[in-house]
């Protein structure tokens, strides 16, 4: 049986040999990499300030809430939400019928006062009268003057003007609605003047100061913003141990209010390589880039850290002096020939 064994195992050896083939092997050669046309730049240090960030609410400085001070019913609503008014524009006017027949009784009373005090200075002057009844006469001339003031106050307060150019953002009312003292009917802010609100921490406020110059990013409108601190409560609140810091914002376009915000706080200045952008390609989980070394493309693996803008920070894999390629005509790839332009 093992005799048998053998014999085959031989066989099979055999016919193996006869299908090796014979005479040299063919050598693979790999083609040459094309020449790649690069732009480089210098891997540099830079130093900037490690910031905060505290988050807020974009706010108007300008805002009002309009209601009425005194009771009538609304006969005319001229403005919706959204719309754009004018200093001084009516808005609201109220039935001023019960108002007006007032006025037009204490304006009757003033007359009427007026005409007995002139009387009684012509009486006084002929000295057919007493001092005491003149006096009489003008301080119910006074009287009446009043009343009459009152009563064109109250009538004026039946048309709700403008208090400023700005937009309207709210009705809470409409025609035939009873307007009432304490109530609001519209509101209006003003959309050229807006800040951001934030609650500052206890120990970033030495680090705000008023008039200062900060950083404000809206993400919602993808805007970078440099605002201005205009207004530091100095008072804490003492549930979170925060204190509200208001900051200018210029005008733009994008601003909305009751948009995200948040304030950049400078704390420290730090030192990094920051490089473009464009120079580091991300393959799936990985970073990388390429350096000029030799009149070659050498890969590097980095890992990057906080983007600034066009910018991003290496925190690993590149070398200050190395010269990075930032851009290229071509794919690169490992030991590519390359010309710098």
Known sequence: MSRMRGFLLFIGWALAGCHRPSGPQPTV??????EATVRIQSVERHRRWANE????????????????KVSARIEELRVVPGQRVRAGELLVRLDDREIRARWEQARAMYEQAERDFRRRETLLREQTISRAEYDAAEAQLRVAAAVLQ????QLGHTRLVAPFDGLITAKHADVGDLAVPGRALLEIEDPTALRLEADVPEALLDRVQLGQSLIVRIPAARLELQGVVSEIIPVADPRTRTF??????????????GQFGRLLIPVAEIEAIRVPVRAVHVRGQMELAFVVKDQRAQLRLVKTGKRLGDEVEVVSGLVPGESLIVETDRPLREGQPVRIQ
């Open 53 to 68: 960030e505290v988050v807020g609410t974009v706010r108007p400085k300008l805002r009002a809430a309009l209601e009425a």
């Open 29 to 34: 050669v790999a083609e040459p990499l094309p």
């Open 150 to 153: 009152e009563a064109e106050t």
């Open 244 to 257: 509200p810091v208001k900051v200018d914002l210029p005008v733009h376009a994008s601003l909305r209010t």
